[in-house]
Nanobody
């Protein structure tokens, strides 16, 4: 059973940056992918980015490509989401998720989720 714990959320001004972390435990990850989603009030959960643990192939939603970067720390089983040039529309609860196999953009494809971390972009 996986455990995923997100951290790094908070309040940031427009144009600012945050780095979210997702620490995973419970098993090895060489054949798993990990993804970041977000959900704003009254909106559906939205795919942001994903990475296959090995060999590190990534996928990004068009809405964040060029602003957000997903990366991983193999030694510590941690995935990061570096978020730059943040906008008020980025305000949401951010979740990480994991599944065995390839990268998917649909939330239903992921069985394991963290508890979420709030990101608020406001002046």
């Amino acid at each position: 059973q996986f455990q995923l714990v997100e951290s790094g959320g908070g309040l940031v001004q427009p144009g600012g940056s945050l780095r979210l972390s997702c620490a995973a435990s419970g098993r090895t990850f060489s054949d798993y992918s990990m993804a970041w989603f977000r959900q704003a009030p009254r909106k559906n959960r939205e795919f942001l980015a994903a990475i296959i643990w090995s060999p590190g192939r990534t996928d990004y939603a068009d809405s964040v490509k060029g602003r957000f970067t997903i990366s991983r720390d193999n030694a510590n089983y941690t995935v990061y989401l570096q978020m730059n040039s943040l906008k008020p529309d980025d305000t949401a609860v951010y979740y990480c998720a994991t599944r065995r196999g390839g990268v998917f953009r649909t939330p239903n494809e992921y069985a394991n989720w963290g508890q979420g971390t709030q990101v608020t972009v406001s002046s």
